[in-house]
């Protein structure tokens, strides 16, 4: 006797909110006082947000304090990129990948948002002078967030990468109300000048001024340019 196969059913997607344990790392900011200065840093594909923290300790004072949140996303770094990990390969985190990125954006926003609200809660003072960093991969994260979020940022250091094509709407004004800065490396073998060109083209037409700053090395944080910026408080 013949039996009829069922049609395959379709699959379903749901999705839910959960909450995570994520890392936030800091340095600096421990004088008498509350710190003058906090540098939000965002660190590129596949870092630590400690190891990332720890290029930035010459910029560390009592009066300012370097904050560093690490992806919600965390990864064995395979020796070779192939094979099975070892209790000795290495970890590191990323922001978001291009599987449900709307989800991703809207729960990293959100989660730098509660950090930048736990790390000044309590503030009675002024307040206090923000930068916001993003280096490669934490570029676009940085970006969206000054965007999307509701943090007042003195400057925005886009260092090793392109503004993402998607910005919302909302983005021009945000970003004028910001000193932005765009760093680039001469070696960086991941430059792509045809977005630098379409970023230009992009603030040019939205009236927002930018600086750009450049170094000799590749796709890196070059600690003497990285003093230079920090010195250069701007307007």
């Known amino acids: 006797m013949n039996r009829r196969v069922p049609p ?102 959100r989660y730098l948002g509660l950090v930048a609200r736990q790390t000044e809660e309590g503030r009675r003072g002024e307040e206090p002078v923000r930068t916001v960093l993003g280096f490669s991969q934490g570029v676009h994260t940085a970006a969206r967030w000054v965007c999307l979020g509701g943090l007042r940022t003195r400057r925005l250091i886009l260092w090793g990468a392109s503004l993402p094509e998607d910005l919302p709407d909302g983005a021009v004004g945000r970003l004028a109300a910001t000193r932005l800065i765009l760093v680039r490396g001469r070696e960086d073998h991941l430059r792509r000048p045809d977005a630098e060109e379409a970023e230009e083209r992009w603030l040019g037409r939205a009236g927002i001024d930018w600086t750009v700053r450049t170094h000799e090395g590749g796709h890196e944080i070059v600690p003497s340019l990285l003093q230079a910026v920090a010195g250069d408080a701007g307007p």
Not at 37 to 47: P, T, V
Not at 58 to 74: F, I, K, Q, T
């Open 8 to 109: 395959r059913a379709p699959l379903r997607e749901a999705s839910l909110e959960t909450l995570r344990t994520a890392r936030v790392w800091y340095l600096g900011g421990e004088g008498p006082g509350e710190p003058a200065e906090i540098w939000y840093l965002l660190h590129r594909y596949g870092e630590r947000a400690d190891r990332f923290l720890g290029r930035f300790r010459p910029l560390a004072s009592p009066d300012r304090l370097l904050v560093a949140p690490e992806g919600l996303s965390r990864f064995y770094l395979a020796r070779g990129g192939k094979g099975r990990h070892s209790t000795g390969d290495r970890v590191g985190a990323s922001w978001m990948t291009r599987l449900a990125r709307d989800a991703e954006i809207r729960d990293y926003v």
